[in-house]
């Protein structure tokens, strides 16, 4: 007889986070499995989903969270887990969700301390090297930098005034934007589609060609150097800085004197500040204040910028997450991480162990191959 799982889905503690890890659809699809699921009380609500609708779904619906984490055998999150769920953690229990634990050094040391099992969303990486779980959060937040940016460029709102789109015989306004990656190409849509003139820097000469290539020529492709950089951002009215990989720290590519040379009233958003941002000196800012002002430009740097559209960022994650979810249900976790290649990518630590040989330097911890934990896997 198959292995019943038990899943916990807590309410958000990140500062202003309103996405839930799995819609109620996605829960019905588990239940409809003979797989138990909780909810935590009104974890789904700033998203949208009420509790009953997470009880017609199947799910049991639980106070708080100590009796959610006390129950569940695989917790689904969205961002990494607060300092007072610390406390909660059992041992081989499974945390799935972004984690960012490049950043997150006291967080690392208490998954291992409790021997938890912590497989990062944004690790999960498939044979052809993409990283599917970090695509839909990637695709949210490079539309939503250039909706957030154009907002800033208003004069009421401490912008220089201009419109992006510009109107006939005025020029538009200028995004330039750093990494072009997901996020990147989803920023150039959005611009493009605003009327916007448009400019992406990358190292990666073929992703350059691809993206000339799907965005017919109208965008500027650039190679990356710190010439190009200094020549484009002294144009721009908004500055994306979009550079990132999964376990690393994000490289500062901007620096405080290439920002002090963008004109007075543009824009800046650095989407890789969950990671440490791409701008030197960069300070993290909240829904609830998402701006700064310094050397007279707006700066932005969300942490978890796909919460400002909660239902439709929440219905992204549930269903990328949803087949991987399946995967841990039907096998269990042990075998899943075993024999399924693109989850055993994703995880970080396991019985106090650190299975991620990029994280493991980033800290100067001892690195332990999964293969030498679970063995090899059955061919």
């Not at 500055?239 to 007075?264: F, G, R, S």
Request: glycine share 8%; net charge negative; aromatic share 6%.
């Amino acid at each position: 007889m198959k292995t019943k799982s038990i899943f916990g889905i807590p309410k958000e503690l990140k500062t202003d986070e309103s996405r839930v890890s799995l819609t109620p659809d996605s829960v019905k699809i588990l239940t409809d499995d003979n797989h138990e699921v909780y909810v935590e009380k009104n974890a789904g609500l700033n998203a949208g989903f009420c509790n009953d609708m997470y009880i017609e779904a199947g799910a049991k619906i639980l106070d708080t969270k100590e009796e959610l984490w006390d129950i569940a055998n695989i917790i689904v999150k969205v961002k990494e887990p607060q300092k007072e769920e610390y406390k909660l953690f059992k041992e081989d229990q499974i945390i799935f969700g972004y984690m960012h634990l490049a950043i997150e050094e006291d967080l690392v040391m208490n998954l291992i301390n409790k021997k938890v099992l912590a497989i990062c969303a944004e690790s999960i990486q498939t044979k052809n090297g993409e990283f599917p779980l970090l695509r839909p959060m990637s695709e949210v937040a490079g539309r939503l930098s250039i909706q957030l940016g154009a907002h800033y460029l208003e004069l009421n709102n401490g912008g220089s005034g201009v419109l992006l789109g510009g109107v006939p015989g005025v020029q538009p306004g200028k995004v330039v934007i750093v990494g072009g990656g997901v996020v990147g190409a989803n920023a150039a849509k959005v611009a493009l589609g605003m009327g916007a003139d448009v400019s992406v820097l990358d190292i990666d000469s073929k992703r350059l060609a691809f993206l000339d290539l799907v965005f017919n020529g109208s965008i500027k492709t650039h190679y990356f150097n710190s010439t190009t950089l200094t020549e484009e951002v002294k144009k721009a009215d908004i500055l994306v800085a979009a550079v990132a990989k999964p376990n690393v720290k994000a490289p500062v590519l901007i620096t405080e004197d290439i920002v002090k040379q963008m004109k007075k009233g543009s824009f800046l958003i650095d989407i890789a500040v969950d990671q440490g941002g791409n701008v030197e000196n960069i300070q993290t800012t909240t829904l609830t204040n998402p701006v700064y002002e310094k050397f007279d430009i707006t700066h932005c740097a969300i942490s978890n910028l796909p919460s400002l559209t909660p239902k439709t960022s929440s219905f992204a994650y549930s269903y990328a997450i949803l087949p991987y979810i399946m995967q841990i249900a039907q096998m269990g976790g042990f075998s899943a991480i075993k024999e399924v290649d693109s989850i055993g990518s994703g995880v970080n630590t396991f019985r106090g162990k650190v299975t991620n040989e990029g994280l493991a330097k980033t800290f100067n911890l001892k690195h332990t191959e999964l293969s030498l934990l679970v063995g090899f896997k059955v061919l």
